[in-house]
């Protein structure tokens, strides 16, 4: 079992700059994938980005060139640095962690993106 605690969100202004983080504990972090979703008011959630235990990381195509996803796994973190944020990047992020089929998540973080 794996614990994951989301942090770093907030109100930021369109063209700003945030760092979300991801902590995990209870279990090996560095076996885990790991990934970011979200999810806007009165929209399913969506996959953000995600990072393999390898680190090979995929992004939906919405935030290519904007997001970075990264993990230290001598920290027992994931990161999404979010660039150029727009109003529609606004949402409750989430943190994933999957391993052998099941998939934990967080409690999630509030992303909100306006002037």
């Known amino acids: 079992q794996v614990q994951l605690v989301e942090s770093g969100g907030g109100l930021v202004q369109p063209g700003g700059s945030l760092r979300l983080s991801c902590a995990a504990s209870?279990?090996?972090?560095?076996?885990?994938?790991m990934g970011w979703y979200r999810q806007a008011p009165g929209k399913q959630r969506e996959l953000v980005a995600g990072?393999?235990?390898?680190?090979?990381?995929n992004y939906a195509d919405s935030v290519k060139g904007r997001f970075t996803i990264s993990r230290d796994n001598a920290q027992n973190t994931v990161y999404l640095q979010m660039n150029s944020l727009k109003p529609e990047d606004t949402a409750v992020y989430y943190c994933?962690?999957?391993?052998?089929?099941?998939?934990?998540w967080g409690q999630g973080t509030q992303v909100t993106v306006s002037s």
């Open positions: 990072i393999s235990r390898r680190g090979s990381t």
């Open positions: 994933t962690a999957g391993y052998s089929g099941q998939t934990h």
């Open positions: 209870g279990s090996i972090f560095s076996a885990y994938s």
